[in-house]
Structures are given as structure tokens and as C-alpha cells.
């Protein structure tokens, strides 16, 4: 079955850039989501379709996809953007969705 | 904006059932597909099952097929879930989730605040 991976933990000083990685085989063919989930709410979507945003989210939130890692990257981060991030895809092959293994974004 | 409501979590015995149920306002879901989501304690986001809007197209995680049915009234604007034969490893907080069906994939754009459900030994 198809499986994305994920580093545990990024840490980040407010004000500079997180990158969160995603990697999967050949990842480019799949369209990536990502979700923050902060605890005890519920996840938010922040990006559908690769790259783009839903409204409501900063601009600062930006995705993409190339090979086998998709990226969420997280510029001027905030002490508010301090959650886990999921990335996921939906396997054709399957017909299952797959989350990845989750990244929790520190803001230091 | 939609909400979505998901009630009917609890305590139960290993091996024994429960009913999830999502209720959704603010807007209609005719058009969209509905999912659940789970989360254990200390464990990522996990997917339970998929029901497009038509309920032409059910999926189920493997963890779960044989046991969840998952199913839709659009009527009542309704997502439910029947579990059974529960086991400790499906307590998790359980989401209910309105999904966007695009060319090759599916996100989740509105997600309710989960359900508890907790399975004793």
C-alpha cells in the first residue's frame, strides 16, 4: 500500500521560513492536501490541491510538489502556527486515503 | 458556514457496537462525498471510510472493512457510522468530514469537532 512519510519535528524561530516534507513514491502524480491540527481542535485544511489555499488561510502557507516529496512551506512563521501538519493523497490505485505520519511544527 | 456535528461516542466493552452520527447545517451535502477520520491518543490522523454522493462509491480502510458500515441521508443531511466488533484499537476521537471530490484525489474542506469513543477490555 502506498505510504507517506514525514519528518517528526521542525523547529523554527518566529519570523523565518518552515519547510514541511512529505515524501512518498513518485509523489508528482498524486495531487497532496495538507491539514494543520492543533490539540484539541479540529484539523484545518491549509492546502488542497498541491498549491493552493483556501480562503481564510494566509498567504504565508504555500505547498508543492515535484519527484517524490511534496512541501508545505510556512514563511514568517507565527507563534499561532505552531501545530502538527498532515499531509495526504488519495490512492487510485486503492481507492484509499493515505495520511502521512504527521510533523509537529515548533515555533522556539 | 457549514458545521458539523458528530454525536453518539461513549464507553463500550470489547467486541461490542456503536453508532456514529454526523449531522450537517449551514449547508447542503448532496454534492459533496462524507468521511470519516480518526485519531488516537498520541497517534496520527487515520482514515476510516469514504462515501461519495451518490453512495455509488463506498471505501474502507482495511482496518475497518468488514466491521464499519458507513452510510448517508440526505434527506436529514446526515453521515453515519455503524462499528462492530470493536476493539481497544479503535478508540480514537472520531471525525466527521465534508469531502471535495477532484480529478484524482479527495480533501477535506470542513471537519466537525470529533466524537470519543473509548473500547474497554
Known amino acids: 500500500s502506498y505510504a507517506l512519510t514525514q519528518t517528526p519535528s521542525v523547529s523554527v524561530a518566529p519570523g523565518q521560513t518552515a519547510r514541511v516534507a512529505c515524501g512518498g513514491n513518485?509523489?508528482?502524480?498524486?495531487?497532496v492536501n495538507w491539514y494543520q491540527k492543533k490539540p484539541d481542535r479540529a484539523p484545518v485544511l491549509v492546502i488542497y490541491?498541491?498549491?493552493d489555499r483556501p480562503s481564510g488561510i494566509p498567504a504565508r502557507f504555500s505547498g508543492s510538489n515535484s519527484g517524490n516529496t511534496a512541501t508545505l512551506t510556512i514563511s514568517g512563521v507565527e507563534a499561532g502556527d505552531e501545530a502538527d501538519y498532515y499531509c495526504?493523497?488519495?490512492?487510485?490505485?486503492?481507492?484509499?486515503?493515505?495520511f502521512g505520519t504527521g510533523t509537529t511544527v515548533t515555533v522556539l | 458556514d457549514v458545521h458539523l456535528a458528530e454525536s453518539g461516542g461513549g464507553l463500550v466493552k470489547s467486541g461490542g457496537s456503536l453508532r456514529l452520527s454526523c449531522v450537517v447545517s449551514?449547508?447542503?451535502?448532496?454534492?459533496?462525498?462524507l468521511i470519516w477520520v480518526r485519531q488516537a491518543p498520541g497517534k496520527g490522523l487515520e482514515w476510516v471510510a469514504y462515501?461519495?454522493?451518490?453512495?455509488?462509491?463506498?471505501h474502507y480502510a482495511d482496518s475497518v472493512k468488514g466491521r464499519f458500515t458507513i452510510s448517508r441521508d440526505d434527506a436529514k443531511k446526515s453521515l453515519y457510522l455503524q462499528m462492530n466488533s470493536l476493539g481497544v484499537e479503535d478508540s480514537a476521537v472520531y471525525y466527521c468530514?465534508?469531502?471535495?471530490?477532484?480529478?484524482?484525489?479527495?480533501?477535506?474542506?470542513?471537519w466537525g469537532q470529533g466524537t470519543p469513543v473509548t473500547v474497554s477490555s
Open positions: 468530514v465534508r469531502g471535495r471530490d477532484i480529478v484524482a484525489s479527495v480533501y477535506f474542506d470542513s
Open positions: 449551514g449547508s447542503t451535502i448532496y454534492t459533496y462525498s
Open positions: 462515501i461519495d454522493s451518490t453512495s455509488t462509491y463506498i
Open positions: 513518485n509523489i508528482e502524480s498524486k495531487v
Open positions: 490541491d498541491d498549491d
Open positions: 495526504q493523497v488519495w490512492d487510485s490505485s486503492t481507492d484509499h486515503c493515505v
